[in-house]
């Protein structure tokens, strides 16, 4: 019995914070998330060009970036979208380490919500006190141009 308030009284110390010697060797946090809804979307105004959804000005430090784009078609043909993490505003950068996925479809009111593939982000310490990463959309459709929305997340792992 003894034993087990000892354990007890441990873990309310170490859930209380005060056996900081038994911290971790990191911390998460912040939590930066943007949302951009339907209504207020970026239009993809030219087929097969990229755009910026969204930015964020991320520390040093290592991040996970995750989320999900949408694409609303507005009665056009859509046949492919995509979306990034990149580094350069309105250019899409592809290969996993940027967060590239791409989805298709046809003629539909909405393509298949994708998600981001969560993304490590590294920001040097020489870069100075923030970096921007852009989320970045390409829409490649025929007729009405159709908008980017969704919701991202960025996480500072350390």
């Given at each position: 019995?003894?034993?087990?308030?000892?354990?007890?009284?441990?873990?309310?110390?170490?859930?209380?914070?005060?056996?900081?010697?038994?911290?971790?060797?990191?911390a998460?946090?912040?939590l930066?998330?943007?949302?951009?809804t339907?209504?207020?979307?970026?239009?993809?105004?030219?087929?097969?060009?990229?755009?910026?959804?969204?930015?964020?000005?991320?520390?040093?430090?290592?991040?996970?970036?995750?989320?999900?784009?949408?694409?609303?078609?507005?009665?056009?043909?859509?046949?492919?979208?995509?979306?990034?993490?990149?580094?350069?505003?309105a250019?899409?950068?592809?290969g996993?380490?940027?967060?590239?996925l791409?989805?298709?479809?046809?003629?539909?009111?909405?393509?298949?919500?994708?998600?981001t593939?969560?993304?490590?982000?590294?920001?040097?310490?020489?870069?100075?006190?923030?970096?921007?990463?852009?989320?970045?959309?390409?829409?490649?459709?025929?007729?009405?141009?159709?908008?980017?929305?969704?919701?991202?997340?960025?996480?500072?792992?350390?």
């Amino acid at each position: 019995m003894l034993k087990s308030l000892r354990k007890l009284g441990l873990a309310l110390a170490l859930g209380l914070g005060l056996a900081s010697a038994c911290a971790p060797a990191f911390a998460f946090g912040p939590l930066l998330q943007q949302s951009i809804t339907s209504a207020n979307g970026v239009t993809q105004t030219t087929t097969a060009t990229t755009y910026t959804l969204m930015t964020f000005n991320l520390s040093p430090g290592t991040w996970l970036c995750f989320g999900t784009v949408n694409f609303t078609p507005a009665g056009t043909t859509l046949n492919s979208g995509y979306y990034a993490f990149s580094t350069v505003a309105a250019t899409l950068q592809t290969g996993q380490q940027s967060g590239y996925l791409a989805t298709s479809g046809g003629a539909a009111s909405t393509l298949p919500a994708g998600a981001t593939p969560a993304t490590i982000i590294e920001v040097p310490n020489s870069a100075g006190a923030s970096k921007p990463i852009y989320v970045v959309t390409q829409a490649s459709f025929t007729g009405t141009a159709p908008k980017a929305y969704g919701n991202v997340q960025c996480l500072k792992m350390n």
